[in-house]
């Protein structure tokens, strides 16, 4: 049976950290790039990382660059976003998801919503004092 399903969410204070999990099971993982995505209700589903199944890749977005980073560890079949000082602007429901071929690499620019197909159920982020 095939899951991807995200952890570490919760509520959390400006200037604070978080570390999201995104474990999958029933994937070959380390076949797939691992993308992160973020959602305010009302707004587009913005990418925010994306790392390449050997993780020779890893891209975060310019916005929370020197503030997140991405990583994972194929032997236990999960992704990790590292999210320091926290701002109220990253309030938003966090979603991981799997992408086949090369739509993690070193032109990456923007990490595409449509390259991804299997996605968790997403789990919340809210900074606030």
């Known amino acids: 049976q095939f899951a991807l399903v995200e952890s570490g969410g919760g509520l959390v204070q400006p200037g604070g950290s978080l570390r999201l999990s995104c474990k999958a099971s029933?994937?070959?993982?380390?076949?797939?790039?691992v993308g992160w995505f973020r959602q305010v209700p009302g707004k587009a589903r913005e990418g925010v990382s994306c790392?390449?199944?050997?993780?020779?890749?890893?891209f975060i977005v310019d916005s929370v660059k020197g503030r997140f980073t991405v990583t994972r560890d194929n032997s236990k079949n999960t992704a990790y976003l590292q999210m320091n000082s926290l701002k109220s602007e990253d309030t938003a429901i966090y979603y991981c998801?799997?992408?086949?071929?090369?739509?993690?690499?070193?032109?990456?620019?923007?990490?595409?919503?449509?390259?991804?197909?299997?996605w968790g159920q997403g789990t919340q982020v809210t900074v606030s004092s």
């Open positions: 998801a799997l992408g086949e071929g090369d739509v993690c690499n070193w032109r990456t620019e923007r990490v595409k919503e449509y390259q991804y197909e299997n």
């Open positions: 790392i390449s199944p050997a993780s020779t890749t890893r």
């Open positions: 029933g994937y070959t993982f380390d076949w797939y790039n």
